[in-house]
Structure formats: C-alpha cells, structure tokens
C-alpha cells in the first residue's frame, strides 16, 4: 500500500471533492472485473472515486485496505459510502532507439520583448 505525507493527501482530498464516483462495488463484492475496473480508473485518472453498497462500516473499510494493497494504491478519504483512492501513473519509459521529435518541449530562444514604440526602443 502506497504511504503518503499529510499535506498530499489534503491536497487530494480538496481535488477530490468536485470528481463523481466511477466505479460502483454491489453486493457480489470485489471480483476481479471490478478490480480491472479500479485499476484502468487509477491508470487513466490517479485520482478516483469508488461508491460501495453495504451498511457495515467496517466492512467498507476492509474492502478500502484490500483494493488499496492489490492495486498498490493510497487510500486518501472515506465518508459514508464513498471511498477516495489515489496511484500516480507509472513514469513513461522511452525506447533506447527513438530519438525525441521536434515537438517535444525544451528550451528554445525567444525574441527580447518590444517596449514602447514600434522597433523596439524605449520612449
């Protein structure tokens, strides 16, 4: 389970709040389809929002730590029945033989700014 420091998961939680749960866990529990679902929610977002069904408190917290171990995710948040899971996305690995594009960002030249009236001097 992923450990993170106190301000990152206050951080999380404020995002947290504006985002709808995305995956729904009923009564069958946690099968392997919603624990593929979790993880393609983790991949493509971080950040996610899980809405369980049950009244037992305990028991939610129990599914909380058991998705947050097999999915090697954070657990930021749990009010009521909604719990609030968070990975960050895997570091994008580059292949040794491609070389960057033009697009990709670095540092590049730019003109000095104009001040004042047209060509630049000063009035």
């Known amino acids: 389970m992923l450990e ?21 866990i009923g009564g069958a529990g946690l ?6 679902e979790l993880d ?7 950040l ?4 369980v069904s049950g009244d037992e408190r305990e028991t939610r917290n129990a599914l909380l730590v ?7 995710a954070a657990p930021i948040q749990h009010i009521g029945k909604i719990l609030v899971i968070y990975r960050p996305r895997p570091e994008k690995i580059s292949s040794p033989g491609i070389t960057p594009g033009r697009n990709d960002k670095k540092s590049r030249r730019t003109r000095p700014a104009r001040h004042g009236l ?4 000063p009035s």
């Open 66 to 72: 058991e998705i947050c171990e097999r999915l090697g």
């Open 4 to 24: 993170l420091a106190l301000a990152r998961r206050r951080a999380l939680k404020a995002l947290a709040h504006a985002i709808k749960p995305i995956v729904w």
């Open 31 to 36: 099968s392997e389809s919603v624990i593929h």
């Open 40 to 46: 393609q929610g983790l991949k493509s977002h971080e």
């Open 48 to 51: 996610i929002k899980v809405k």
């Open 118 to 121: 047209p060509g630049g001097a």
